[in-house]
Each structure stands twice: as structure tokens, then as C-alpha cells.
């Protein structure tokens, strides 16, 4: 992501943050001695609230209102199978008590909340993902205290407040989903973190650092960047309209829309013929150099593109051909990597970036040199029927997760056609620096507390231990 918290032209007062803390460790305290039947209520209360048909609809407006960021329809369905999904991973899982038993290894685990968890979240998403990370912080039985973008923070309280009335049905603590009053600026958003007891961050990787600086213990995510390749063995028809869905999806606003596709030179005319069907228009020379001068001032990209639809961007740039104004996605052919090529970075809008590779590991060259640039860890998606090339990207490249043959947006964060968890918030590993490499779920809200009792002695001899290497190196 690409989104920062701002600082405002006042504060909303230095003792806000440790009332907001104070009434959340209030509540959370209570809501730990719910049972597992209680606690799965309220999770249901909380997604309810944002399923809920017309609360959804009131938050999908005000979010692409007062962000200008994406359209309504992709938010509403964004919010409903997003939520939907996560509350289906969450069903039958167990967060209270005893939670597993390893009887040969004389270990019994215990879900315990970390307590109040502060969560970090950006305007791309300003209800689906604090919904995502309340939800699954309730799981947990904590407290939760958002810390919205400022242009997601009207859309953040309303979602709270919607909360609110749900947990009211189920008698619920209140103050255990809580959101940091506005203006919100730098400051309430650091002092919520030193105080919490879990930092969970959505956002700009100078948030990310923020957080991992906070000397709260945290969870932070990588930068997007998605690359994806068409491989020869493609079914390019399938291929191309996956990347149309994925890329123009809320006007590209997710840091798992592509942002480059690779295409191996034997199907690059096909492939690019494709595309075209599915909506995308290659520019000319000019049009690219007309786009990049609207797209980045100072090698800063330009809020005024940032999830806006190609129809918009298009006349900003004053690209008047048939093709350009009637996309649903504009293309440029790129051959470098890096800041004096910003076409090979996070574009958050409707731009494709097209590369010409000669075979696969060619294609698999590129992809390391941009994601040396920006994106490495996130992910990668490769559309193809060649197994060994699958199993090599996987295996080769500075990625956490390889999407095969799926529209990437919708895959990345978990979808009902794949084994992911349902999140927002996808860690990059060591790659993009983060210390989790997973997408963020329920697990990361918890801490587990082992019970260990003795088992019969499980001691190995030095042959066990040493012989293969003794007689393959000698003493």
C-alpha cells in the first residue's frame, strides 16, 4: 500500500489515547471470561454488522466519498465476501480453553488473549479491513482500538458504531471495539501503539516501520507490487480475463492488483490480443510519456490516479483516442526496472505494465528485478499448465505465495475457490520486511500457553545422530 496517516492541524488531546486504553482493558477483562459460545456471538455480531445489506451500502458509499478512492460496487462486494469469508474460516475454530492435545508429546495448548490490539488500517479499505482485523482480534477475545486513515476515518466510526448496536443485542462490552476520535494524527496513532499490547498494521511501509518501532510487539506488511506471468502454455483467453478482473477491481485499489505482467515472447502478440478483448488498451509512445508526466510529479505518484477508473486517468492525461477513453485498463510496454522507470512500480490504479520476455527464465529475471525494486515477498502470479514451472517460482523467487491461474486480487487475500485465509493484510516474510509470511488471521491475535507434562525419555545415541556423516566425512 501506498497510504499514509497524515498529521492534522490539531490534536485531539493527550489524554484520549490512555482513556481509550483504559475503557478497552476494562471491557476486555470481562470479555475474557466468555465461553467459546459467547465469544463466537459476538464475532457473529461484529460481521453482521458489516454484512447487513444496508449498513453495507452506507459504508461503501461514505468510504468512496470521502476517500475518493475506488466505486461502490467493488467496496460492497469487497466488504460482504471478505467478511463472509473470514467468518467461514472462523466457524468452527476453537479460541477459548484447551484448543489441542498432543498426548504423545505430553502437551496440552491453551488460547489466551494478548489483551488490547491496535490496529493500524488504510484508506484503500476503510471498512473491510478494520472490519477483518476486529473480527478476528474478537476471536481472540481481545479488545480492539482502531487507528483509521484520516480520509477513512468517517467510515471507520460508522462501522464501529454499527458494531456497536450488535454487541448491544448480544450484551457485549461496548468499548471493546473502539476507534481513535479525530482529527487523527501521528501522534494519537504512536501513542495508541505504545500502549496497546499487539500492533496489527495495514498501510504505507512508513506506518510499517512505525510500528515495528513502537516497542509494541507488531504485525506489519510488506509493499505491494504484483508481477505476473503468462507463460507459453497459458490459456491466454482465461489468463487475460482474470488480469482485466483483478486489475480494474475497486480501480485497482488492492496492493494485490497486478501491477506488471510478463509475457514470454512466443504467445506476446496473442497474449496482448487478449488483453485487448478483455479491455485494456496498449499505449502509443506518446501515451505513455503523456501518462507517466500526470502519474508521478517528482517521483511521488500523483494522488489525483490513485484508484481512479482508466476513463478518468485517461482524460487527466488528455488521451483522447477511441481506445484510451473506452478501457477499462491502460498498458504501456516497459523494458527497465527501478526509479527511473516508475512503470515498474505500485501504481494503485488501472495501469498495466507490460514486459516482453524471451522464454520462462527470462520471465523469471525480470520478475527478480522488479521486485528488487519494490514488492518482494508479497507475491507472484504465474498463468501456465507447466507444473515444474510453477514448483520453480515457488522454490526460486522472493515471494510468499504463487497464484496459479486466478485473478490475482481476489486470490491473494483467500477466496472461496482456494485454501488461503480470508484476509487483507498479506505478510512478506524477511523479503519485504516482516516477521510473519502468512496471511494474517485469527492465530496472530492469540497467545497459547502450553501445558507440559513428561513422556518417556526420548534420548538418541551418537550413531543415531552422527553415523551417516561420520561415515560419509570421517572423524
Keep these: 500500500m501506498s497510504v499514509e496517516i497524515h498529521a492534522a492541524s490539531r490534536s485531539p488531546g493527550l489524554d484520549s489515547v490512555p482513556h481509550l486504553i483504559e475503557k478497552a482493558r476494562a471491557a476486555q477483562r470481562d470479555y475474557e471470561r466468555y465461553t467459546q459460545e459467547r465469544v463466537d456471538e459476538v464475532v457473529a455480531a461484529a460481521g453482521w454488522a458489516i454484512i447487513h445489506p444496508q449498513h453495507n451500502l452506507v459504508l461503501a458509499e461514505m468510504a468512496v466519498h470521502d476517500t ?30 484447551v484448543i489441542a492435545e498432543y498426548p504423545e508429546l505430553g502437551l496440552v495448548e491453551i488460547a489466551r488473549p494478548v489483551g488490547v490490539v491496535a490496529a493500524l488500517t488504510p484508506s484503500t479499505n476503510p471498512a473491510a479491513t478494520p472490519a477483518n482485523k476486529i473480527i478476528n482480534a474478537l476471536k481472540g477475545r481481545n479488545a480492539v482500538i482502531v487507528a483509521p486513515s484520516p480520509k ?52 504505507s511501509q512508513n506506518n510499517i516501520r512505525a510500528a515495528y518501532a513502537s516497542g509494541t510487539p507488531a504485525f506489519g506488511v510488506g509493499a505491494g507490487n504484483v508481477a505476473s506471468i503468462i507463460d507459453a502454455s497459458a490459456n491466454l483467453g482465461a489468463a487475460a480475463r482474470d488480469i482485466s478482473r483483478s486489475k480494474t477491481f475497486d480501480n485497482a485499489t488492492s496492493c494485490s492488483s497486478e501491477n506488471s505482467v ?62 484510451a477513453v473506452a478501457a477499462k485498463f491502460l498498458m504501456v510496454e516497459e523494458v527497465g526496472f527501478g526509479p527511473n522507470f516508475p512503470y515498474s512500480g505500485e501504481k494503485l490504479s488501472p495501469v498495466l505494465t507490460v514486459y516482453r520476455a524471451r522464454d520462462f527464465e527470462h520471465a523469471c529475471e525480470i520478475v527478480q528485478h522488479v521486485y528488487r525494486y519494490q514488492g ?46 480470508f484476509s487483507l493484510s498479506m505478510g512478506c516474510g524477511s523479503w519485504g520486511g516482516n516477521n510473519f509470511s502468512d496471511n494474517m488471521n485469527y492465530k496472530h491475535y492469540l497467545n497459547i500457553t502450553r501445558i507440559v507434562r513428561k513422556i518417556p525419555e526420548r534420548l538418541p545415541s551418537e550413531e543415531e545422530i552422527f553415523g551417516d556423516y561420520l561415515r560419509k566425512y570421517g572423524q
Design 68 to 97: 475518493g478512492l475506488g466505486n461502490v460496487d467493488d467496496k460492497f462486494s469487497k466488504n460482504h465476501r471478505k467478511t463472509l469469508g473470514l467468518l467461514r474460516d472462523l466457524k468452527h475454530v476453537r479460541t477459548v480453553g
Design 152 to 203: 477513512g476515518l468517517s467510515t471507520c466510526a460508522a462501522l464501529v458504531a454499527y458494531i456497536h448496536a450488535e454487541l448491544k443485542k448480544v450484551g457485549a462490552p461496548l468499548d471493546l471495539v473502539q476507534c481513535l476520535p479525530g482529527p487523527i494524527t501521528k501522534q494519537a496513532t504512536q501513542d495508541l501503539m505504545r500502549a496497546s499490547d499487539l500492533v496489527v498494521a495495514t498501510g
Design 262 to 323: 510478463i509475457i514470454v515472447d512466443t504467445v506476446y502478440d496473442s497474449a496482448l490480443a487478449a488483453l485487448a478483448d478483455a479491455g485494456g488498451a496498449l499505449l502509443s509512445g506518446e501515451e505513455k510519456r503523456r501518462l507517466q508526466e500526470t502519474m508521478w510529479h517528482d517521483g511521488l505518484l500523483n494522488p489525483a490516479v490513485v484508484g481512479q477508473p482508466a476513463a478518468r486517468i485517461a482524460a487527466l492525461c488528455a488521451l483522447n483516442g477511441a481506445r
Design 376 to 421: 518482494a515477498g508479497h507475491s507472484v502470479g504465474i498463468h501456465t499448465s507447466d507444473n515444474e514451472h510453477i514448483l520453480r517460482l515457488g522454490n526460486e523467487l522472493p515471494v510468499c505465495r504463487v497464484i496459479v491461474n486466478q485473478a490475482h486480487c481476489f486470490a491473494t487475500g483467500g477466496n472461496f475457490d482456494n485454501g488461503l485465509p
